[in-house]
């Protein structure tokens, strides 16, 4: 495959990612971003915003532009440009090289418990040990709730995300970034449940963490590589769950 086959994947990859958060609810009409490094270059492709542009679960490859690291709009159409937040992707990128993709999304779930003060708690394990294993490993709270619009704010914000695979936002959504698109993007569905789960949780009564003992049970098998064989490379080199979403979408399609 040439390298611009390559970034004709990419690019239908980060569109389809798109579509996938987009039509799960994770984010609604055209808020939010999907980014992706282009691998061995100082480019990004990034979801477009602009009178041209579509909304997520809309999404196709005519959305997805090219920009330099610098912020620089390199490829596009006519009616797209960059989004206003695209210092929140660019720093992560610039901050962390082994990121490869950023995606950016308002769940309603994260903006009301945020904004209510109520933090994501583990109340649940096998239900879905992957958004569990998210929330042990650490979910920083960015305590703004403004657009990330510049270098300034972009620094201020990625003092908080730190290392970290997903960032909250203060009443605003939250941040994602995996080492590819797919990762990424299982991210924000595994927080986007694991936020609908509490916040019904707190609905009903007062929501208690599973016992550490489970807990414990749960750092054990992921120490010992259990998870790992269970998520290794299918026939098809897809994720299960990204294989399974992508079904979804072309469910709806037909």
Not at 100 to 126: E, F, N, Q, R
Not at 153 to 172: N, S, T
Not at 179 to 184: L, R
Request: hydrophobic share 35%; with cysteine; proline share 6%.
């Amino acid at each position: 495959m040439t390298k611009t086959q390559r970034v004709k994947e990419l690019k239908k990859k980060v569109a389809l990612a798109c579509r996938m958060i987009g039509c799960q609810g994770v984010t609604k009409g055209s808020f939010g971003h999907v980014s992706a490094r282009i691998p061995g270059t100082d480019k990004v492709l990034i979801k477009s915003k602009g009178p041209d542009e579509e909304a997520l679960e809309f999404a196709t490859e005519r959305d997805i532009i090219t920009i330099g690291l610098d912020g620089k709009v390199l490829e596009t159409h006519p009616g797209l440009d960059a989004p206003n937040e695209t210092d929140m992707h660019l720093v992560v990128y610039k901050t962390r090289p082994e990121v490869m993709s950023v995606i950016h999304t308002h769940p309603d779930w994260v903006v009301l418990l945020t904004t209510c003060g109520k933090p994501l708690l583990p109340i649940y394990g096998a239900y879905n040990p992957p958004s569990m294993r998210l929330l042990l490993e650490g979910m920083p709270l960015y305590p703004r709730s403004v657009t990330i619009v510049n270098d300034a704010l972009a620094e201020d914000f990625m003092k908080v995300m730190g290392d970290k695979k997903v960032c909250l936002l203060l009443g605003h959504g939250m941040t994602a970034a995996g080492k590819s698109v797919e990762e990424a993007t299982l991210i924000s569905l595994n927080v986007f449940e694991l936020a609908r789960m509490n916040y019904l949780a707190y609905a009903i009564g007062d929501p208690q963490p599973i016992p550490q003992q489970d807990i414990e049970e749960y750092k054990r098998r992921w120490a010992g590589g259990f998870r790992k064989r269970l998520e290794g490379v299918s026939s098809t080199g897809e994720h299960a769950d990204w294989r399974y979403h992508r079904k979804l979408i072309q469910k709806r399609s037909r």
